[in-house]
């Protein structure tokens, strides 16, 4: 092993740090009998010469030496090399048009040819993965079903192996993997997706094990979900039932069927490379032996290899009985990055027979994608289930799918509120933390979620925080959904020395039921220092006061107005700002200060005074020149603060409609978003402002909210804006949430989408839902 290691050259080639000439240890390191040193090794392959999944011209050098650690029986740990190659190997560059058209010079082309050849290389060698489907170490076996079906060129012989190998395969997780790594090479290659799906749909009802079912009906969803059962939430439950009367199982145990009835793929196809470890030649046997064997009864009912294919009959599959496996050990905590990533995982799995479960769930649920209703279903039978970890999992997986997608959530709500009457913690955290995202789709759970506030002795206290887990988000859900009971927590919560921020930003939607928190808010607010920590720590007491209309708190805005540090002075100034607009003709006091400001440096506090200056005063001529300058200035910031003020000054700023129209055919297209809908207040005429708002619609989705408000506000879309209309009612017929980026999410992005939501209904004239 390592033949040749000394002759790389390894200084000349670099990684994420420099120079590559500490790998050779690593590599050594991964051969170790010392599993610390393994561990430390696996974490430096990763944090230098597969660093965030780049490859390196080091990394093209370790492939061959990779390869050779898997194929040696006496390396333990083998199965983390594996996950490392299938990584190393598994970017697939060949559907990216912008990087086929790289030039040779381009920095990214040496990148996109690193990816390439180290595909290339680990693909060249990937038949050392086939011997190792039935190699005696678990972990291995985990691993070599999706290396294989990622990396290998064969997909037909790997398909067949994989097939074969479940006949005869005991652990319950590497059967899943194989299920799994089956239907991730239909995905790969169309032209095995019809008959994998036929594959996969039989094994569904067929397989004696129910984890296989699920197993089986998860990949059907992902690879062909037109061809899943009409009841598969019914189906779904009653496997999730079976799996917990089976009882918890060792993770890597399996006291069932061998063959769990799954067949193989009747070609013969690899039938010696996954024929070793223990237990294997007796399941060979019985796969090859009499008529009631699952190789014969597959063969015999189905004709897999002959060009007839699968004639849809299910054979009966027998009951075969194997012994234990012996118990898989966790690994021992190492200090490593890598270790830290596995380490809560594998304690959140711990003592769970069927951990994996939860796993098969969020695949079927990611297949059924916009399958609302049978997800919805899904779920709310989930929840329902009388095992806590199985409520658990559930709770994540409502996230996704209320956060993508828009639907009927009133029960799952109630029911996720109902967890929070759970003994179990986890289970706690989960229902409140998910809860606190939905704001006014969080009212079924109010209830529960009242009572889980009123009966901790310190609702505000963070989960972190005393050991009490879920309790700050349930103080904050409450209070996000508008609920009055919130109040009495938050008073006290008011009186600690630092209160959460999500708290304080908060109590706006509590509406006039905050009002009797006011004067906490004045007391707070007047305490705060006047040093550089004041822009965040007024931030929401300000807001909360305007929203409030709190005009008593005018002495507290002013002394924070009047000593404004440096330090995010203009954040500091708009807020108190704000603040006084809000007030109204009530904070006339405020009105020196205020002008003052109207000669600012910066264009957002102009823009601030002068709408302050106006809700004091009325007099929008005192102030309109200088927010026409700004819209006239070259400044795209400015010129939308400027819009803003304007366009809510109404009629009152009428004279500022040329500056308005002007950038409409601004390049930037929220500036013309924000001077389309400020015309239109300021004129109370849609015609030279609707094709650019309707366009800018089309254009980026995120500026729907502002323009379903401008229309809402104007009356009946039928009647004020026809073209709109359409737009509007497709808007609400869309079952995705408009909203939804891949990989980005936010704390408002529900809230916002049901705002968007209600502002359409109102622009039809429909305000019986809001």
């Not at 050779?24 to 230098?48: C, Q, V």
């Not at 590497?174 to 799906?197: C, D, K």
Request: hydrophobic share 45%.
């Amino acid at each position: 092993m390592f033949t040749g290691i000394e002759e790389v050259d390894w200084a000349s080639l670099g990684h994420a740090y420099g120079p590559a000439d500490d790998v050779p240890a690593l590599l050594r390191g991964l051969a170790s009998d010392d599993p610390a040193e393994r561990e430390r090794a696996l974490d430096g392959m990763y944090g230098t010469v597969h660093h965030q999944g780049d490859v390196y011209d080091s990394t093209l050098a370790c492939i061959p030496f990779l390869l050779e650690l898997v194929a040696c029986p006496e390396v333990q740990d083998r199965g983390c090399v594996v996950e490392l190659l299938a990584s190393i190997g598994g970017i697939d560059l060949s559907g990216d048009d912008e990087l086929q058209e790289l030039d040779p010079e381009d920095e990214e082309f040496e990148d996109a040819a690193n990816y390439a050849m180290a595909a290339a290389a680990v693909a060249a060698g990937a038949d050392v993965f086939l011997g190792l489907v039935g190699d005696e170490d678990r972990e291995v076996r985990l691993a070599v079903p999706g290396a294989l079906a990622s990396l290998h060129g064969d997909p037909v012989r790997v398909r067949d192996l994989l097939r074969e190998r479940l006949t005869v395969e005991r652990d319950s997780e590497v059967r899943l993997a194989l299920v799994e790594a089956v239907g991730r090479i239909a995905l790969r290659y169309e032209s095995l997706r019809e008959e994998t799906a036929g594959w996969l749909a039989w094994l569904s009802g067929a397989a004696q094990d129910p984890a296989l079912r699920l197993a089986a009906l998860a990949q059907l969803a992902r690879c062909a979900p037109g061809r899943l059962p009409d009841d598969v939430v019914p189906t779904v439950t009653r496997l999730l039932a079976e799996l917990r009367r089976s009882g918890p199982r060792t993770p890597g145990t399996d006291a069932g069927a061998a063959g769990s009835g799954a067949g193989s793929a009747g070609s013969g196809a690899g039938t010696g490379a996954g024929a070793s470890g223990p237990g294997v030649a007796a399941g060979a046997a019985m796969a090859a032996g009499g008529p009631n064997s699952p190789a014969n009864l597959w063969n015999s009912a189905n004709s897999w290899a002959s060009p007839g294919g699968w004639d849809g009959t299910p054979p009966t599959v027998p009951v075969h009985s194997v012994p234990p496996a012996e118990p898989v050990e966790l690994r021992p905590a190492a200090p490593t990055l890598v270790g830290q990533l596995r380490e809560p995982r594998e304690e959140q799995r711990a003592g769970r027979g069927t951990a994996w479960a939860d796993d098969l769930l969020r695949t079927l649920h990611s297949a059924l994608d916009d399958r609302v209703d049978d997800r919805i279903a899904l779920v709310t039978a989930q929840l329902r289930s009388p095992d806590s970890a199985q409520r658990t999992d559930a709770v994540w997986m409502c996230g996704s799918l209320v956060r993508t997608w828009r639907g009927a959530y009133d029960e799952v709500v109630r029911l996720v509120g109902a967890q929070l009457r759970d003994p179990e913690p986890r289970l706690r955290a989960a229902a409140a933390s998910w809860l606190e995202g939905l704001f006014g789709l969080a009212a079924p759970a109010a209830d529960d979620l009242a009572a889980r506030v009123a009966a901790d002795p310190a609702p505000w206290a963070p989960d972190w925080v005393g050991g009490r887990p879920g309790t700050a988000s349930a103080l904050l859900a409450l209070t996000r959904a508008g609920d009055a009971r919130a109040v009495p927590a938050l008073a006290r919560a008011l009186k600690q020395p630092e209160p959460d921020g999500k708290l304080l930003y908060a109590l706006p939607h509590l509406g006039e039921a905050g009002g009797v928190l006011v004067p906490l808010l004045r007391r707070r607010l007047g305490a705060l220092p006047l040093d550089d920590e004041l822009g965040e720590q007024s931030g929401p007491l300000l807001l909360a006061l305007a929203k409030l209309r709190a005009v008593e708190a005018l002495p507290e805005v002013l002394r924070v107005l009047r000593g404004a540090p440096a330090f995010r002075r203009e954040w500091v100034l708009e807020s108190a700002l704000r603040a006084v607009a809000a007030f109204g003709p009530a904070a006339r006091e405020a009105a020196g200060d205020v002008r003052v400001l109207l000669d600012d440096a910066s264009a957002g506090t102009v823009t601030a005074a002068a709408r302050a200056l106006w809700a004091v005063e009325g007099d929008a001529g005192a102030v309109l020149p200088r927010l026409r300058a700004l819209l006239r200035a070259p400044d795209a910031h400015g010129r939308r603060s400027a819009a803003w003020a304007v366009g809510a000054f109404g009629g009152s700023a009428r004279a500022a409609a040329p500056e308005l129209r002007a950038c409409l055919t601004a390049p930037d297209v929220w500036l013309r978003v924000d001077a389309a809908t400020a015309l239109c207040r300021v004129t109370g005429d849609l015609g030279e402002a609707l094709p650019v708002l309707l366009a800018a619609w089309r254009e980026n989705r995120h500026t729907r909210v502002e323009i379903a408000e401008c229309l809402a506000e104007l009356g009946p879309a039928d009647r004020q804006a026809p073209d709109a209309a359409p737009l509007l009612r497709a808007e609400l017929a869309c079952a995705r949430r408009h909203n939804v980026s891949a990989g980005v999410t936010g704390d408002h992005d529900i809230h916002e989408d049901e705002r968007l939501l209600a502002l359409c209904r109102r622009a039809l004239g429909d305000t019986g839902r809001d």
